[in-house]
């Protein structure tokens, strides 16, 4: 539906007096709060005990990566003209674009592994371990954002609270789940002086 609006909007002449400006923003803005909704679905899950929220995670994922590559191919295609030159250039010299740049390429191996034939090759944990690199993505395309505007920082700020919040929940899941594991765990003589022995 945003690229619908947004070829609408060309159909008709209402991407102002910078379209391409218009449509990095734009498929920018939707890779971000799609991949921030891809963050958001394990918490809601577990907040609301929705369990089959988790079937749209994937899904949220691909979108995400959609968006990505729409943001992208703007930047390579409408903005620089395939000039490789210019691009390399940038990615070297320009912060902001070297940490989005950053953040578009781990998001490769994401979508690529997104199938469930991918889980059975490498395996749950591997999977799993690979896949957290979705927290390194969001991360860069907060700092991407914050560093690419100039004055306004309302948006940016609001998607890196958003992140922090998400993030700060699971870190707060993970040790309180290691608490309890802690406090149920054996504690018999042999136990403590196998532990010790480590």
């Given at each position: ?63 995400a ?30 912060k902001?674009?070297t ?32 896949h ?67």
């Amino acid at each position: 539906m945003p690229l619908a609006r947004l070829g609408l909007k060309a159909l008709h002449g209402g991407l102002g007096a910078n379209p391409i400006e218009v449509i990095t923003h734009s498929t920018g803005d939707w890779t971000m709060i799609l991949l921030l909704a891809t963050l958001s679905v394990t918490p809601v899950r577990m907040l609301t005990r929705q369990y089959w929220l988790i079937g749209l995670r994937r899904m949220l994922g691909l979108f995400a990566f959609f968006y990505g590559c729409l943001h992208f191919t703007t930047y390579i295609w409408l903005d620089k003209f395939f000039d490789l030159h210019e691009m390399l250039h940038d990615i070297a010299k320009r912060k902001f674009i070297t940490i989005g740049f950053l953040g578009f390429l781990l998001l490769i191996p994401l979508a690529v592994t997104s199938t469930a034939g991918w889980i059975r090759r490498i395996g749950g944990k591997r999977w799993q371990t690979l896949h957290r690199l979705i927290y390194v993505t969001a991360i860069a395309g907060v700092i991407h954002y914050i560093w690419l505007v100039k004055s306004d920082l309302r948006k940016p700020l609001q998607y890196a609270f958003i992140l922090g919040v998400l993030l700060a929940y699971r870190v707060i899941v993970h040790f309180t789940q290691q608490s309890k594991v802690r406090r149920v765990a054996p504690t018999s003589p042999t136990q403590q002086v196998g532990v010790s022995e480590v």
